[in-house]
């Protein structure tokens, strides 16, 4: 080889060093590691890494403020992360161009960020109640719905588990006997049932509606006349969500009295004496435990602007956690989904803009992105949470909740989507677009308020719910629509395809497997399977899918519906519709189809098979 060709080579060779030498430094400049261990004042290097996610989040500002040439990750060691204050992500933490960051665990690490702190110090009290001091805490403070909320403790985690608030009674509900007055704040209970004579400071009423629930402050219980009197209005601002609105004699139950303990595991706050107390077996002692409360509704909040969204900010492998779930001033006056009546409009004497605003509130989910695009979630879980746990709401485009866990939720699994139409300058519908929900277990949701839903789509366009599975839910699996009519708005081309939705409608009632409202061209209920639905506990019936007011345009194909006690699909105001090539099976007695206030006309039915219990076929469907 001669003397050019081995200075050629040579060069080569030291270009292709200094190359991987650049390359390893530049991947591990785009690293940076969190551990409990850590510090805030080291650099985030592998051996210098900081000690909160707060503070890796401001060294990967700085990363997108210098000019990224890359991905960052931020690598996060085994532990929990307690948070003081949301989490915020804006567009200070949004990576230029295609870009991502990404939050995640460390390979086989259990990474929790919690909402929550421990309680301790605990002591037995002169009842025989295990008690400890809240008011310390009492300052900490947490949104609802733009409205300011003091925390109290509504939820109690023991050893991972969630604390019952104390209830009355134990299991099961009483039965209104006969509402009276004005029909939302008195009626009489049955004295056989209902026994308390206590104090009612902090107590609260939950009473059940058909869909939905209410829960208010009580006033008074007069055990002579066998009556309540309620502080909060029930219900929401229709005139059905009286008290006696669905039922003569609905049912309910009572909380957060210290008369009400009785059974372990349950605890009742004091606000008064700022002070918490707790019944557990003979055996443990909570200074022994884990036992942790939720100060924070909202653990981590994605929000960029209209003019420029957040992107590329991505989560893995994270355990989100210990969410607390206040109340609205006034009551909570539920509508449905977990929606609740917006009494402040009627206290400041406010209009609505109805393009901008809504007559509803939600409650604030553990994790809320809004103005935001190519954000998501994966292989994470969300658990003991108070309110919703997940929310993508205004200007959320092509964003992802995929392989997660979410369970022992107190509202909905996932929501997706606002409750009005908006519009950009041009007059273009502006709803969410393209956001992915796929592969999920989502179990236990509606813990705290029952009409709550495991995967909500509210006016959205071109959202994937696809290959989920949703069981062991008060209310309905899947609600996509949020209109009560036919007219046009931006809920159009969603997909509900290849769930399995079973072990739903377990406390509630006019709702099902698959719940959708108002018209929306090109939404489409593919390959999905339905089971295990209970008969009604109210007036009106639960079923395998329900298309209710207004659902129209859309597709329903080759759904598998069985162990439904009621009618395995009705329709209820339904506009034009097709169902093709679905297996149902129904009970004897039952009917398959059930059109409520809907033409028969109005349902295009081709191929489907309906059996009866599993019986050869027994009414063939129309072939058109």
């Not at 421990?118 to 002591?123: P, Q």
């Not at 406390?507 to 339905?530: A, F, K, M, W």
Request: proline content about 4%.
């Amino acid at each position: 080889m001669t003397v050019f060709k081995w200075v050629t080579l040579a060069v080569v060779l030291w270009v292709v060093f200094v190359s991987c030498s650049l390359n390893l430094s530049a991947s591990e400049a785009q690293t940076v590691y969190v551990a409990l261990t850590g510090d805030d004042s080291n650099d985030g290097s592998s051996k210098s890494p900081v000690q909160t996610i707060r503070r890796a989040q401001a060294i990967v500002r700085q990363m997108i403020a210098d000019g990224l040439s890359g991905d960052v990750e931020v690598l996060i060691a085994e532990g929990v992360y307690e948070l003081k204050e949301t989490l915020e992500f804006g567009l200070k933490d949004s990576p230029p161009g295609k870009l991502q960051v990404v939050y995640q665990a460390a390979p086989n690490a259990r990474v929790v960020v919690s909402g929550g702190f421990k309680l301790d110090n605990w002591k037995i009290n002169s009842n025989g109640y295990w008690e400890t001091s809240w008011r310390r805490r009492s300052q900490d403070t947490t949104t609802l719905g733009g409205a300011g909320g003091m925390l109290t403790p509504r939820q109690m985690f023991i050893n991972g588990n969630r604390g019952i608030r104390a209830r009355y009674p134990d299991s099961g509900y009483f039965r209104v006997r006969k509402a009276f007055g004005d029909f939302r704040t008195e009626f009489e209970f049955n004295p056989d049932e209902l026994t308390h004579v206590g104090s009612t400071h902090g107590m609260e009423l939950a009473l059940l509606h058909d869909w939905s629930m209410s829960r208010v402050q009580v006033r008074e219980i007069d055990s002579k006349k066998s009556t309540v009197k309620l502080a909060e209005k029930i219900g929401g601002p229709h005139d059905f969500f009286r008290i006696n609105g669905f039922e003569e004699d609905p049912r309910f139950f009572l909380e957060n009295s210290d008369s009400f303990l009785s059974v372990p595991n349950e605890f009742v706050f004091d606000g008064e004496k700022k002070r918490v107390q707790l019944v557990l077996a003979a055996d443990e002692n909570p200074n022994q435990m884990t036992i942790t409360v939720p100060r924070l509704g909202t653990l981590v909040r994605v929000v960029g602007s209209e003019a420029r969204p957040v992107s590329g900010v991505k989560f893995k492998g994270i355990c989100f956690s210990n969410s607390t779930c206040p109340l609205p001033p006034g009551g909570y006056g539920g509508v449905q989904a977990s929606y609740f009546e917006n009494r402040l409009i009627s206290t400041h004497r406010r209009k609505l803009d109805t393009e901008t605003e809504s007559s509803h509130l939600r409650l604030p989910a553990a994790v809320e992105l809004s103005f935001a695009e190519d954000c998501g979630f994966s292989n994470s879980t969300f658990t003991q949470l108070g309110g919703g746990a997940i929310y993508f709401g205004r200007q959320v485009n092509n964003c992802f909740v995929k392989s997660s866990q979410i369970k022992d939720v107190g509202g909905c699994g996932v929501m997706v989507g606002e409750t009005v139409t908006r519009k950009d300058r041009l007059g273009q519908s502006a709803s969410c677009d393209g956001n992915l929900i796929e592969g999920n277990q989502i179990s236990r949701c509606g813990q705290v308020l029952f009409g709550s839903v495991g995967v909500w789509v509210g006016i959205a366009q071109q959202t994937q719910v696809l290959g989920n599975e949703i069981y062991n839910l008060p209310y309905s699996g899947v609600s996509v629509g949020w209109q009560w009519n036919d007219q046009p708005s931006g809920c159009r081309q969603n997909r509900i395809c290849n769930n399995h939705i079973h072990d739903i409608m377990l406390e509630l009632s006019d709702g099902g497997g698959i719940y959708t409202l108002g018209r929306q061209p090109g939404t489409v209920l593919l390959g999905n399977r339905i089971s295990d639905i209970p008969s009604n506990h109210g007036r009106a019936e639960s079923n395998g899918i329900f298309m209710d007011q207004g659902s129209s345009e859309i597709l329903v194909k080759g759904n598998v519906i069985s162990g439904v006690k009621c009618s395995p699909i009705r329709f209820h105001l339904a506009g034009q519709c097709t169902l093709k090539d679905n297996q149902c099976s129904y009970r004897p007695g039952v009917e398959p189809l059930k059109f409520n206030n809907t033409p028969k006309d109005n349902i295009k039915l081709i191929d489907n098979s309906f059996h009866n219990d599993g019986l050869p076929e027994a009414s063939p469907s129309t072939r058109q």
